[in-house]
């Protein structure tokens, strides 16, 4: 299922990446690769390159600061597969979701999203603070 390589590791020790983006390909039997993005995009930009009406999964270096001012960096995975999206492909983005997730080192969190609100910077901020 998987073609290409992309290790969590690549991310977040080498912060070679801020995001990278994951699609099941045309033939609907590989993830492919569908971009990466240089350290420093905003999360604003990543959440403009999930489609309205397509699956896609992600990777996302997520930063943010503690209360007592401290940074912290945490790889959050996030399955994007909107109301929109047919049903064929959102039984296919959730059948092989574990294929890509255990191919991915050091993930911290896992959202599953249908709707933009599920992956706003707020609600995923929220959850890492909980979770410390």
Not at 83 to 98: E, F, G, N, P, T
Request: charged share 30%.
């Amino acid at each position: 299922w998987y073609q290409r390589r992309v290790h969590g590791n690549e991310i977040k020790l080498g912060h070679k990446y801020e995001y990278v983006i994951f699609k099941i390909n045309d033939a609907l039997d590989t993830i492919v690769v569908d971009e990466c993005a240089a350290p420093g995009t905003s999360y604003s930009t990543f959440l403009s390159k999930l489609p309205k009406d397509n699956g896609r999964y992600a990777v996302f270096d997520f930063k943010y600061e503690l209360e007592d001012g401290g940074q912290r960096n945490k790889l959050v995975f996030i399955v994007w597969v909107p109301d929109a999206a047919k049903v064929k492909q959102k039984m296919i983005y959730a059948s092989s979701k574990d294929a890509l997730r255990k191919a991915l080192v050091g993930i911290q969190l896992e959202v599953q999203a249908t709707d933009s609100e599920e992956i706003e910077h707020a609600t995923i901020l929220a959850t890492l603070q909980k979770s410390k």
